[in-house]
C-alpha cells in the first residue's frame, strides 16, 4: 500500500537536507556554486531552450580569434570529454548535466533536469556556514575573476584553458539567460545536533584552498569535490549513530551543541565516527575481513537511524498541528520551524492527552486505507503501544524498507563507491548477494591525497598566523588520522564492532600498514630514509612557506 498525503512524508532538514538519493559531486558543487553567488539561495535561471553539446561546440567556432585552430570534430570531442558532465555517458539517452564545475559560473549553464544535487548542495552551504570565512574562500576561488558589483570577468593570466571556456560561455552567452535568486526557498538554518562535523569541514576547506596558488586548478576542484564527499559521509555516519540517542534522551548533549571544543581526544563527542579501512583494497584478505566487520556494523544502524528520523518527523507535523490548528503551542521567535529538540519535547506527559488524540487519528487512516489488514500489522496493533509509537511501527512496516534502500544508495555515493576517492568498495554485482559482496571500508590513493593536503600544511613557528608545509613522522599522521577523522589502519577501533586487537589480528594490521606506506610511496609523499620508526616522514608534494626538519618529539 503507498501511504496518501502526508502520511508516508519522512525527511526533516533539522537531520539532514539530502533528499537521500545516489548523489553526483559534480552536480552536487555546481548547484553549491550557486548558493555561493546568490548568499545561501538557490538560484532561478530563465533561459530559452535546453543546452546540448552542439550548442556549446557552435559558441566556440563562432569565435575562431579566441579557440584558434578547433575543427569541429576536436571541438566537440573536447567539449563533451574534458568540459562536460554528461548523464548517460556513450548511450542513446546521453545529455548534458552541465559543464564541469570549473568556475562559479558553471552553474548557469546546467540542464536543472539533468542536473539534481538533491539537496545536498543546501546541506554543505549550511555547514560550511559555520564559518563565514571557508565561505568567502570558496567564493573568491571560484569567483576570482568577477567583479561582484558589476559582473564583469577580467580572466587571469593562468586560467587554464577549460576556465577559458567557461569564461568565454558566459561572456557570450550570459545576455540570453536571466539568473536570479530563488527566495520562494528561503534558508532554514537549523542548529546542528553536533557542530563538530561542520567545524572539521571548514578548516579542512580552509586548508585546502591554501593550496590555490599551488595546484592546477582542475585538481583541486577535484580535491573539494572528494572533501565535500568525505565530509557529507562522515555527518551522516555520526547521525546515524547520534540521532537514535538524541530521541530516546529527548535532547543532544550539550558538548555536541558545543562542538566540543578544546576538549582532549579522550573526551571528544561519544559518537564520533570510527572505520577501520582496508588500505590493500583486494578482498579476502584478513584486513579486507576487518574492513567488512566495520562497514557491517554501521549499514546494521540505518534501519533505527529511519526510525528516528520518522519520529522526528512526525513530531515535527505534530507540533505544526498544535501551532497552526489548535493553537496551543507557539513558534520560536523570528522562525517559522521547530528544531528536532524542540519537537522532542513533544513527548513530555503534558502534551499526552493531544499527542494521543493527533496519532490516534492517523493510525485510523492508515487502517482505513487497507482494505484487508495484512497479518504484520495486526501484530503491531496488538502490541498494545501508545498511538505515536503504534503509528511509527506502521510507517516503519510500509516505507522502512523503501527509503532504507534509497539510504544507502545514497551513503554509497558519499563514501565514493567505485569512484575516485572512495572511502568505501563492493565488488561488482554485490546486491545480489555471495560470497565476496560485502561492503568494506577502503583508502583510496585520491583520498589519501586530499588528506595529506589539509594534514601537512600547519602553523609556522613564527607569530604571522601563516601556514606552512612541513614533513610529518608517519606514526604522526596515522594518529592524526584516527583522532580527527576516526579512521584506523595500523589500530582496530576500541569501539563501533571491536574490542580491541586480538592475537589473530596482529598480523592483518602489519600488512595493513606496509600497505599503507606503500602507498604513500606511490603517490610520492614518502621515501625510505632508515628502517627506524621515528624517522619514518611524510614529505610535503606541494611547498609551502619555510620547511623546517621535521624533529622526533610527538606534538
Known amino acids: 500500500m503507498a501511504l496518501t498525503g502526508s502520511l508516508g512524508t519522512f525527511h526533516h532538514p533539522g537531520i539532514s537536507r539530502i533528499d537521500y538519493k545516489a548523489l553526483d559531486m559534480d552536480r552536487v558543487l555546481t548547484a553549491l556554486l550557486a548558493r555561493l553567488w546568490h548568499q ?46 554528461l548523464v548517460n555517458r556513450g548511450k542513446a539517452t546521453e545529455a548534458v548535466a552541465s559543464p564541469r564545475p570549473l568556475h562559479g559560473f558553471t552553474y548557469r549553464f546546467r540542464n536543472s533536469r539533468k542536473s539534481r544535487p538533491y539537496g545536498a548542495d543546501e546541506q554543505l552551504y549550511e555547514m560550511l556556514a559555520e564559518d563565514p570565512g571557508a565561505l568567502a574562500g570558496l567564493r573568491e576561488f571560484f569567483f576570482s575573476d568577477v567583479d561582484r558589483a558589476t559582473g564583469a570577468i577580467t580572466p587571469g593570466p593562468g586560467t587554464d584553458v577549460e576556465t577559458q571556456a567557461l569564461l568565454h560561455l558566459v561572456e557570450k552567452a550570459g545576455n540570453q539567460m536571466q539568473d536570479r535568486p530563488d527566495t ?6 537549523y542548529p546542528p545536533l553536533c557542530a563538530q562535523p561542520a567545524r572539521q569541514l571548514c578548516q579542512d576547506v580552509m586548508r585546502l584552498l591554501y593550496h590555490q596558488d599551488h595546484m592546477p586548478r582542475t585538481v583541486l576542484v577535484d580535491y573539494l569535490k572528494i572533501l565535500f564527499a568525505f565530509h557529507l559521509s562522515l555527518y551522516h555516519l555520526r547521525m546515524m549513530k547520534l540521532l537514535p540517542a538524541v530521541v530516546e534522551a529527548g535532547a543532544a548533549p550539550a558538548s555536541c551543541r558545543k562542538g566540543h571544543a578544546g576538549e582532549d581526544a579522550a573526551d571528544r563527542c561519544p559518537y564520533r565516527v570510527r572505520l577501520f ?8 584478505t584478513p584486513a579486507a575481513a576487518l574492513a567488512e566487520r566495520s562497514a557491517e556494523i554501521w549499514y546494521r544502524r540505518i534501519p533505527r537511524f529511519v526510525q ?39 513527548l513530555g506527559k503534558s502534551y499526552r492527552k493531544d499527542r494521543d488524540a493527533f496519532f490516534l487519528q492517523r493510525t ?14 495486526k501484530q503491531i496493533t496488538q502490541l498494545d503501544l501508545d498511538p505515536f509509537d503504534e503509528y511509527v511501527e506502521m510507517l516503519m512496516h510500509y516505507k522502512g524498507r523503501y527509503y532504507r534502500r534509497y539510504f544507502v544508495d545514497c551513503l554509497d555515493s558519499m563514501l565514493l563507491k567505485h569512484r575516485p576517492g572512495a572511502l568505501l568498495a563492493q565488488p561488482r554485482g554485490g546486491r545480489s548477494g555471495g560470497e565476496n559482496s560485502a561492503r568494506r571500508f577502503v583508502l583510496d590513493a585520491r583520498l589519501l591525497e586530499v588528506l595529506l593536503q589539509v594534514s601537512l600544511l600547519r602553523e609556522g613557528n613564527d607569530s604571522s598566523g601563516d601556514l606552512q608545509t612541513s614533513p610529518m613522522r608517519v606514526d604522526e599522521f596515522l594518529a592524526l588520522l584516527r583522532d580527527r577523522y576516526g579512521l584506523y589502519i595500523d589500530q582496530v577501533p576500541d569501539s563501533d564492532g571491536f574490542s580491541g586487537a586480538h592475537l589473530d589480528d596482529q598480523a592483518a594490521l602489519r600488512a595493513n600498514l606496509a600497505a599503507f606506506l606503500n602507498r604513500l610511496r606511490e603517490i610520492g609523499y614518502y621515501q625510505d630514509m632508515s628502517d627506524a620508526y621515528l624517522t619514518q616522514t611524510i614529505t610535503p608534494r606541494y611547498t609551502i612557506g619555510t620547511v623546517e626538519k621535521m624533529g622526533v618529539t610527538a606534538r
Do not use: C
Open 40 to 85: 545561501g539561495l538557490p538560484s532561478k535561471i530563465s533561459r530559452a531552450k535546453t543546452l546540448e553539446v552542439d550548442v556549446f561546440v557552435k559558441l566556440f567556432l563562432q569565435h575562431p580569434e579566441v579557440f584558434d585552430g578547433f575543427d569541429r570534430e576536436t571541438t566537440t570531442r573536447w567539449t563533451a570529454t574534458h568540459l562536460l558532465d
Open 308 to 346: 528516528a528520523t520518522y519520529q522526528v518527523k512526525k513530531l515535527d507535523d505534530f507540533a505544526e498541528h498544535l501551532a497552526v490548528k489548535t493553537d496551543k503551542l507557539s513558534r520560536p521567535r523570528g522562525r517559522n520551524y521547530f528544531t528536532p529538540e524542540e519537537v522532542l519535547r513533544l
Open 364 to 377: 485510523n487512516r492508515v487502517r482505513d486505507e487497507e482494505e484487508d489488514t495484512p497479518a504484520e500489522l
Open 184 to 189: 520562494s526557498k528561503p534558508r532554514t538554518p
Open 277 to 284: 579501512l582496508d588500505v590493500e583494497g583486494t578482498p579476502g
